[in-house]
């Protein structure tokens, strides 16, 4: 392989890894600025989407049901969450909400475990996830094709749903002034749980691309995924969306040029190359790259 094949292929193994860590991050993204809640288990909700997918499929529903169907089912978690483990604490302190995501966390993880066991399961449900393209020595496989274009549609959605509903706006103004927005007459609730489901929706979506690239879930899957996106919304500047895709983007980026470039004796220590870099960017720029001093709540 040729120096330019491989700068390529490296470049398309980033844009793959950084478009699903930007899936996470956004769902991170909208229920902090939203809610202003610090939510660990929400990588627990892309196990519980490609466990539905794999249910599903299992099950002898079609290719697409199954990925809707476990889709939805990490959105309707994300409901199920926000009313009984979120909503009654609304207004308390932030340890108090951050002690309960992590026992959402406890509760989903032994959960999963109790009903499908410890071991990891085969995820094939996406069939081609070998290389299929070989243009001029890089190989591109179908599956990070597809999560590539899959995500950049799914954040114009995003965008045109946040700028022109009725819906998204509100969701705006109650990022940006929680208190303002009450006296106006905006209903808090629909709009904070239109934002848990539509990050619950994210997750899965996530859950779906990292299972399909690793070729196998478990019911901790979504640890390692929720720590890169916390990072993600860091570097990006927590609470706003354009920060979330912008980081998720930087650490995929990040991730993969570390270990591509890196001579192959420190390769494997690529996460810690990672956080030097977070730690690098908070020196100079503390609330993030796209992150603001003076405003506290974005989206």
């Not at 996406?126 to 597809?146: C, E, H, M, Q």
């Amino acid at each position: 392989m040729s120096y330019t094949s491989y700068l390529i292929q490296q470049f398309v193994n980033a844009l793959s890894l950084g478009s699903i860590y930007a899936l996470v991050t956004i769902g991170l993204a909208m229920v902090f600025s939203v809610l202003r809640l610090i939510n660990f288990a929400h990588g627990d909700l892309m196990m519980v989407g490609a466990y539905g997918i794999l249910v599903l499929w299992k099950a002898g529903a079609p290719f697409w049901l199954a990925i809707v169907g476990g889709v939805v089912a990490s959105g309707v978690m994300g409901l199920i969450m926000e009313r009984f483990a979120y909503r009654p604490l609304r207004g308390a302190a932030d340890m108090t909400t951050l002690l309960t995501s992590f026992a959402v966390v406890v509760l989903l993880e032994n959960g999963a475990i109790l009903v499908f066991g410890p071991n990891t399961r085969p995820f094939s449900i996406l069939r081609f996830s070998v290389p299929t393209y070989n243009l001029n020595g890089t190989l591109i496989s179908k599956i990070d094709l597809a999560t590539v274009i899959l995500t950049l549609c799914t954040l114009l959605i995003l965008a045109l749903f946040i700028k022109r509903t009725k819906l998204g706006i509100s969701m705006r103004a109650v990022a940006d002034d929680l208190t303002a927005s009450r006296l106006v007459g905006i209903k808090l609730n629909r709009v904070m749980v239109t934002a848990f489901f539509i990050g619950s929706l994210f997750a899965g979506v996530a859950g779906l691309f990292w299972g399909a690239r690793a070729g196998k879930i478990d019911p901790l899957m979504g640890f390692i995924p929720v720590v890169k996106a916390f990072v993600a919304a860091v570097i990006g500047g927590f609470g706003s969306i354009a920060g979330a895709v912008l980081g998720g983007y930087v650490l995929g980026f990040a991730e993969v040029l570390f270990a591509g470039f890196l001579p192959p004796n420190y390769s494997g220590y690529r996460d810690a190359f990672v956080f030097v870099l977070l730690i690098l960017i908070l020196l100079v720029r503390p609330q993030g790259i796209l992150g603001s001093r003076t405003r506290e709540r974005r989206i």
